[in-house]
């Protein structure tokens, strides 16, 4: 199903000058492909999620006032390849590995050179068959777990130009 393309609402949102104006560098999106490609050459299947995932399939872009982006991937196809850090290698990023553990992640966060960030969660399937969960760390700092449907598959998603993974059951994750 990952060839299968759904399309995103195209929706205009009403916002004020101050939502419209954008966190991030223009071109966002080309930093989140080269970091989905070095997740893909690591042997994991990222695909967008939260804020990330609701901008793209409810405008067909990222929401303007976001800080950053968001990848998720398996815990499973995390502890075949050890360590996130082969991401930085092909890449010129400043990261964050305070936040990760084998065992329990929060999230690994990725700065761009030239601003925004791009969170990786990572996906736990300890919940039940139809449900998994992430860890992160709110605004204040306080560690957090969300609980979500569980992806049916993943489908293809364009996001500025580019092809991205989503869960194919969109709206039941959103």
Known sequence: SRSLL???LNKTMNRTKSDSDSSLPKNFETNLA?????LINMGT?????????LGWYRECSIIPHTSDADFAVS??????????????EPLIYS?????????DSLEVTLRPEKGGSIDIFISYDQVDDE??????????GTR???????????????LRGRLFYVPCNVEETL
């Open 6 to 8: 759904i399309p995103c």
């Open 34 to 38: 080269e970091v989905r490609d070095a």
């Open 45 to 53: 299947l990222p695909y967008l999620t939260d804020g990330t995932l």
């Open 75 to 88: 815990r499973l196809e995390y502890r075949e390849n050890k360590s996130f850090k082969k991401i930085r």
């Open 95 to 103: 990261w964050n590995s305070a936040k990760v553990l084998e065992w």
């Open 131 to 140: 449900h998994l969960y992430t860890h992160g760390v709110s605004g204040d």
């Open 144 to 158: 957090v777990k969300w609980i979500v449907p569980r992806p049916t598959g993943f489908c293809s998603g364009i």
